[in-house]
């Protein structure tokens, strides 16, 4: 037995599912997870001594690989320094500096511990700022596990092929209303049939808790607009997105200005953080300065903003973001030459370095379609991949994502790794 099948048994026991999050536990693909020993740069190495290509890259954060020298000499220092002090402290500034900078519409800031802290202070904020209820979200959107968001949602909850959450009271649930994503013209009829309860619409600019899916030109623009003219606040979910499909997130890259807009993963360079931020008359409502109460006992914890300060200022290297996006757009092309030979089905795509692979003709627009797609070829192309040193996410409904430590020969060997692969699944 392999020390990871050792453990899993021992952890089934003690935490649900053997893990602490449930995509993690490897249920879509089958097989047992491994177990990590250490990770340095585009490698993680298992308690067995194997070592992967990794293209989870902790599900986000990690744009610099792991262990970078930069963050780790952050880490270091500010340890030093002591870890917590439930005082400021000059770096929750500098981040929020920094992150004013690079995406403009964050007015203010105010960091919190995850990107399901972050989505819930939205909404609450939204729904003090309008005197509304209503929220509309996107089919197969994932904007962290807070109540409201559990309806119809994307990443575990998609991989898991679960109803909505049992737990949430149906009275928050219906308050929470679902339109597929890409489609304009139903966010339009909901709006003409209950404009005036609609306090916010909440979607990830580009999805990628249900694989990756690109907006349509004109959606955003299309939302902006319903928005305003019913007097609903626009919420970009871009804890995955944010210094990831560009300096200044999708909303840079899409030229599109949010009213508020959530943030994690990256923004912590892997410790716990998250943050929202928008307009500063919103962001004034917030507790002390405003009656919409949100704290936090770690929140701008030292260390973590030590390390969401060391790995956003090496992504500001002149050419950064183009090396990344040109490396993504050479795995996503490759992989899809991979199945042309292999005869199989496939739809990528990419923004920056997150991307995303169905194995299904497309084109992919909407969760539905996502759907369509071959999750038994997945789950052995899956296997196959990872006994070739490649991991994948471990679900057909996850965006992938490519760090500054992936080099050009990693991704040429990927290639191959994920070909030979995909024969092999097809084989199967
Ligand atoms: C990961 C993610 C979240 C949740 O963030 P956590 O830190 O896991 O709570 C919310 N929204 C989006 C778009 C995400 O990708």
Redesign the pocket.
């Known amino acids: 037995m392999s020390r990871s099948a050792e453990l899993f048994d021992r952890a089934k026991a003690v935490l649900p599912g053997g893990v602490n999050?449930p995509v993690r536990a490897f249920r879509a693909v089958g097989g047992t997870p491994f177990f990590v020993d250490r990770a340095r740069g585009a490698c993680l190495t298992d308690v067995d001594g194997k070592t992967y290509l990794d293209y989870v890259c902790s599900?986000?954060p990690l744009i610099l690989g792991h262990a970078h020298p930069a963050v780790l000499d952050a880490i270091r220092g500010a340890a030093e320094r002591g870890w917590t002090y439930g005082a400021p402290c000059a770096a929750e500034v500098d981040l929020a500096e920094l992150v004013r900078r690079r995406m403009p519409a964050l007015e203010m800031v105010r960091f919190v511990?995850?990107?399901?802290?972050?989505?819930m202070a939205a909404v609450r904020i939204a729904r003090a700022a309008t005197r509304r209820d209503v929220i509309i979200k996107f089919e197969g959107?994932?904007?962290?596990?807070a109540d409201s968001f559990l309806v119809k949602a994307g990443?575990g909850v998609a991989t898991l092929g679960l109803p909505d959450s049992p737990g949430v009271p149906g009275a928050l649930a219906e308050l929470t209303l679902t339109v597929p994503f890409n489609d304009a013209a139903a966010v339009q009829e909901v709006f003409t049939r209950r404009g005036k309860e609609i306090a916010a619409v909440i979607v990830?600019p580009y999805v990628?808790?249900a694989g990756f899916i690109a907006p349509e030109p004109g959606f955003h623009e299309a939302l902006r607009a319903l928005c305003d003219r019913h007097g609903a606040l626009l919420i970009f979910?871009?804890?995955?997105?944010g210094f990831r499909v560009a300096p200044g997130g999708a909303q840079q890259r899409l030229g599109v200005r949010a009213d508020l807009t959530?943030l994690?993963?990256i923004i912590g360079g892997g410790l716990?953080v998250?943050a929202y931020g928008g307009r500063a008359d919103l962001m004034r409502l917030v507790a002390p300065e405003g009656p919409v109460y949100q704290a936090g006992t770690l929140s701008g914890n030292p260390v973590a903003m030590a390390a969401g300060l060391a790995t956003l200022r090496e992504t500001e290297r002149p050419g950064f973001y183009d090396v990344l996006e040109r490396r993504t757009a050479r795995l996503v092309a490759g992989i899809g030459d991979a199945a042309r030979r292999q005869g199989v089905a496939a739809t990528g795509g990419h923004a920056g370095s997150m991307w995303g692979v169905y194995l299904t003709a497309g084109p992919v627009r909407t969760f539905a379609q996502a759907k369509g797609s071959d999750t038994g070829l997945f789950a052995r192309w899956h296997c196959a991949a990872l006994a070739r040193g490649v991991f994948l996410a471990p679900s057909a409904f996850e965006a992938g994502f490519v760090s500054s430590a992936h080099t050009d020969a990693d991704i040429d060997f990927t290639i191959a790794q994920l070909d030979a692969a995909l024969g092999e699944a097809r084989a199967r």
């Not at 511990?113 to 989505?119: F, H, P, Q």
């Not at 959107?141 to 596990?145: K, Q």
């Not at 979910?237 to 997105?241: A, H, I, L």
């Open positions: 999050s599900w986000g511990n995850s990107g399901t802290e972050a989505t959107c994932y904007h962290g596990h990443s990830e990628g808790n979910d871009e804890v995955m997105t959530t994690g993963k716990p998250g």
